[in-house]
């Protein structure tokens, strides 16, 4: 079982449960004295137990911690057997570095507890002194006592002691450090010649036949999903809002009363034109950007379309939308851009701007001049606003008046009826969008999705900023769309895949001839192809490329500037690629952060060694799963 866990303790789960150590430490292990006499046992390790309720509570806390760091994690994932098993692994490993520290004869005091728990910042008031009613309503929060908890921080303790004492003696030299510090650092160049699948479009042809067959092969993706039809009453502040009477005098005491709100600042809209470049590029790399950009900008003075070359230079996220940004105001951009394009004038372009983010040539298109909203401007909008505010304060109200007839057998028309609501009758949706759609949990999307046709769901279900109650109208099963309908896109899937076998095809043709008998005529006849990337990490991410791992990896593996074995499929091309160069990492930067790489170095050795003790540990324990079922 140990085993499993190890394999299990990898991906989503460890990224999350890194990103929550801190909580996790503070608050998620641990049941001393909690576990009722007589509570089922659901682990021994050697001659400690692992309690049902002590599972529970630990699994509940980690949870709950993961929940409130991570919102995106499903319910599913932290009800996977992968999840529980991860819980399981920290239990049994707090059980056997207790067991060690009692053999070793360490322990912790309880000046020592008081001390920790009044060092951690969250038990801390503004003056960052230890505060006991923070300290109170803290462990209220996660259903907690006192005693409870300080007796699992002692245990902390003395776990972090036996830790502490396993990696003690461990120390990195300047030359491990050095070697951690230059292979994260290093980065490589790679020669390459790319081969794009959309060269080849306009020589692909698509028969019916071949239409008919994709379309009967790949029936799943053209089968519309399972889609259902509700009716529901909303208990929102905006479904709610139009029953509300909002009166003028009301609109204007509240104008008037935020009055700062209707200021309107100074805005422009504005273009611009990025050429990216990084502290760590060479200098000759600066030199080509500088070159670049000043050469768009005499284009861009002599009258060119802005957004054209927007489209066809600038390296930046809005490039595709003609280096559209948009309304923005002051504090929205970082100050030297701000700076440019405030100081241009309207219809004007910008001189060079350079930020941290490169060189910029920006147009301003139009400017507002910063104003006062009138009353009459905002009348609508405060309107909404009022009458929002007041069924806010009705929801409850309304919701348990439209519980109780809910209960007693009505309908959810002859509810809304007879309470002045409005029940709607939804248009198909797919099942698998109810969570989108209405902001429901993945659990209240299924109870919902499980109702029976006709069936009214007995209780409210949460949903952005209110309830509602939901009764099932229709379900519509899963239905395969016709081919007339979905055809552009069988004829677009078919010919992508053409497209990417051809592009294929010609990258290891190409490939093969630099790497044959003929290598050297090859070169003369590809030379004018082949390009040079910018330098990259091993995080792999190649300019203007995308990313690769497996390019990446024979990039930084390959012992000489030979081409690559093979050719690599990027985003939108195919590469045959060789080695340009090494770029080793800064001498500078090492001398500047030799400090930090030592702690580093020294912090991994540590890990490695208490890792090794932890192996050691649970080969030598009797380790017996008493209920394995609860973890599947």
Known sequence: MLEIMRENASGWIVKILFAIIIIVFVFAFGMSGLAPTGDPVLATVNDQVVTRAEYEFAYQRMAEAIGRSNPNVTSAQLQSAQFKQMVMGELISKKLLLGEAEKL????????????????????????????????????????????????????????????GVGSAASATPAQARQLFDWVGEQVRIDYIQVAPKDFMDTVTVSNDEIKAYFMANQERFTAPAQVRLRVISFTPDALAKFQTVTDDEIKAYYEANSKLMQQPEQIHARHILVMIKDSDSDADKGKAKAKIEEVLKKAKAGEDFASLAQEYSEGPSAPNGGELGWFGRGAMVPEFEKAAFDTVTGDISGLVKTQFGWHIIKVEERKDA???????????????????????????????????????????????????????????????????????????????????????????AVNGGYMLVEKVEDIPPTLMSLDK???????????????????????????????????????????????????????????????????????????????????????????????????????????????????????????????????????????????????
């Not at 462990?139 to 245990?155: G, H, N, V, Y």
């Open 105 to 164: 004869g360490i322990g912790a005091s309880d000046k020592e507890m008081i001390e920790g728990i009044a060092a951690q910042s969250m038990f801390k008031d503004k003056k960052g002194a230890f505060n006991k009613n923070i300290y109170q309503a803290a462990l209220r929060s996660i259903r907690m006592t006192p005693a409870q908890f300080e007796a699992d921080f002692k245990q902390e303790i003395i776990i972090e002691k036996v830790k502490q």
């Open 371 to 461: 104003s006062t909203q009138t009353l009459d401007d905002v009348k609508d909008e405060l309107r909404t606003k009022i009458a929002q505010e007041k069924a806010s304060e009705k929801i409850t109200e309304q919701l348990d008046q439209a519980m109780d007839r809910l209960i007693s057998g009505m309908t959810i028309e002859e509810i809304a009826k007879e309470l002045k609501l409005e029940a709607v009758t939804t248009e198909p949706m797919p099942a698998l969008f109810l969570t989108q759609i209405f902001g429901l949990s993945p659990e209240a999307a299924k109870t919902v999705q499980d109702l029976a046709v006709g069936e009214a769901h007995k209780a409210p279900i």
């Open 486 to 632: 979905v055809k552009s896109n069988v004829v677009g899937s078919i010919k992508k895949q053409k497209c990417d076998e051809m592009a294929q095809n010609e990258a290891e043709k190409i490939h093969a001839a630099l790497t044959g008998t003929n290598a050297a005529k090859a070169a003369k006849t590809y030379a004018k192809r082949i390009k040079t990337s910018k330098p990259f990490g091993r995080q792999g991410n190649v300019a203007g490329l995308g990313q690769s791992k497996p390019l990446t990896e024979a990039a930084f593996s390959a012992e000489d500037t030979a081409w690559l074995p093979l050719v690599y499929t990027m985003p939108n091309s195919v590469l045959v690629v060789r080695l340009n160069e090494r770029v080793p990492a800064s001498e500078d930067a090492w001398k500047e952060q030799k400090k930090f790489w030592m702690e580093q170095a020294t912090q991994n050795y540590r890990k490695e060694m208490l890792a090794s003790f932890m192996d050691e540990l649970s080969k030598n324990a009797k380790i017996d799963i008493v209920q394995p079922e609860v973890l599947q």
